[in-house]
């Protein structure tokens, strides 16, 4: 991870930030995707996990998981650069690992590197509990406006 | 692309299958992803663009785009294999390159290889008539099941 | 690939480039890695083959593709904006396909897109003669320095 | 990282097994590349830099950096099912994140997953002492051969 970064968001910052710029990504709930936890250089998201998402096999669908590592990405981002909403994923590289179970996915984003023009950084993606074991591993890098 | 692949399903075989095994994919119209065209180790897919899918600054999220690439290779896999439910992506790797204006997206899948246990292919997403100029760019791999 | 290109570099210009920035990369014999081609969007080179690079099994090694894959990236980009040493890599991505066999790689890049601070491409690697049946295939983001 | 790994290979055999199967990869004085550590799921590398892997702008080549995370990956691999020598790089992706200085790399790797078919992991590469600051990560797999 890269050092010495510092939040500029908290988790209430952030989940209102997505409530108002993303309301479509939650569910009729409201409550699909939420910002659990913020520290240095990273932050952790739960995917409430229901039959929508499924697919043939009975396993969390790879674009259900995408989502939810883009979202990790661009929280951990804006969480310490502030809300920058026309940051824009320039990459992601997903490796899908093992069939994840029915559970709630839990997503934690690191930032690699933060740079004035580029952020990279890595999100694991786990049913929660089960870290050392993770359902996919993503790698992500983000482009900057330049004028913030 | 791999040379000497013959598809093994139709367009209209295709449909069907993907009607039958993702029902929840499709729109409340049930047309929102229609394969258009298969041939020698390429499939091409539509994706109808609706408000749903917008992000901040107008463009069209970077998920709908990778479940739309994914998509588009479990289409070629299976058109040149069959409908083998249970192959599974092993990773996707997508390059972001422009906004996509607000029409249909199409995605073109080709086959680089299919072999016994994996299948790797390159996706690229552009604006219907506007193929030389790519909104998006995948290449992904799927895992074939042993004994099918 | 990106519409509307123009090298602005000639083979032989390309050439020379590479023979003073990276005399290193060469063969003892001066000749090891060649630009071939050059065309809107899109060189051509070639890599001589020769038992340094050979792995168990008799294959070429990874890193002598990817070597490969990143000379003809920076050789594309820097035949559309001319000789910019300090371009760099910011991702590479490179999916191996088959063996190749022991005669010489020849790189295909294209650009997917140049834009002002990123440039990204793919890379089509394979033996001359067999260009439908790749062995490997990459694609790579170079980050382009701003005040060029 | 995968829970339960286990090293059935010792520094020193992953050493033995690297000089013989590799003496290419050697310096001229036998030692550019070596295996410093091995533990559960994971390999530490190290890598002397000298003058012959330097590019335009004074930093370590990329190539350089791709073909020690390849070894790194290789060597945690093999460090946890044995020596076998065709398990084969099918992708490899990595991320530049910054100049590495001119002291010796580390790659770290991590096991994702050790399946029966597929290996994936991530490495980790960073000037030592400044693991906090990584010049680059990796995300690789490797194909295992069926009948080992």
Known sequence: MASGLEPVMSVAELR???VEAFPQALG???DETLV???SS???LIRRKVSEVNLRPGGTISGPTMMALADHAMYAVILGHIGPVALAVTTNLNINFLRKPGLEDLMAEARLLKLGKRLAVGEVT???EGEEADPVAHVTS???I????
Chains 1, 2, 3, 4 share one sequence.
Do not use: L
């Open 16 to 18: 209102a930030f997505f």
């Open 41 to 43: 250089g990273r932050v």
């Open 28 to 30: 009729t709930s409201g």
């Open 36 to 38: 659990e936890e913020i």
């Open 141 to 143: 890098t983000y482009s």
């Open 145 to 148: 406006p330049p004028n913030r």
């Open 125 to 127: 993606i786990f049913n």
